[in-house]
Nanobody, 122 residues
Framework: VQLQAFGGGLVEAGGSLRLNCAVS????????VAWFRQAPGKERTFVSG???????RYADDVKDRFTISRDTTTGTVYLQMNRLKPEDTAVYYC?????????????????WGQGTQVTVSS
């Protein structure tokens, strides 16, 4: 399984970005995908996840601002980030696990993309 995350960049507070995670095994029916982020000096934490059936979950600090979705044709998972705040600045990683349900624990994900930097200026 290969994941490739891209779409990060520099944006002003209040702006939007859409991250993309290309997943190489789009036809695998037992695979959940999630986004995590890691700010400098901090641990990598869960942001959002989507299971194979389309059920989603979010961290409390991004709920109502971020939306995760999956293109079932290409297997790509998107993270639409609106009303960005400086505290959203981090490297964002997409990850996959070989079960259909999501988890907020990073240790449950065996496959990781390379990360994409998101910087939100105040």
């Amino acid at each position: 399984v290969q994941l490739q995350a891209f779409g990060g960049g520099l944006v002003e507070a209040g702006g939007s970005l859409r991250l993309n995670c290309a997943v190489s095994t789009r036809s695998d029916p037992n695979r959940a995908v999630a986004w995590f982020r890691q700010a400098p000096g901090k641990e990598r934490t869960f942001v959002s996840g989507i299971d194979w059936f389309g059920a989603t979950r979010y961290a409390d600090d991004v709920k109502d601002r971020f939306t995760i979705s999956r293109d079932t044709t290409t297997g790509t998972v998107y993270l639409q980030m609106n009303r960005l705040k400086p505290e959203d600045t981090a490297v964002y990683y997409c990850a996959s696990r070989k079960v259909s349900s999501t988890s907020t624990y990073r240790g449950d994900y065996a496959y990781w993309g390379q990360g994409t930097q998101v910087t939100v200026s105040s």
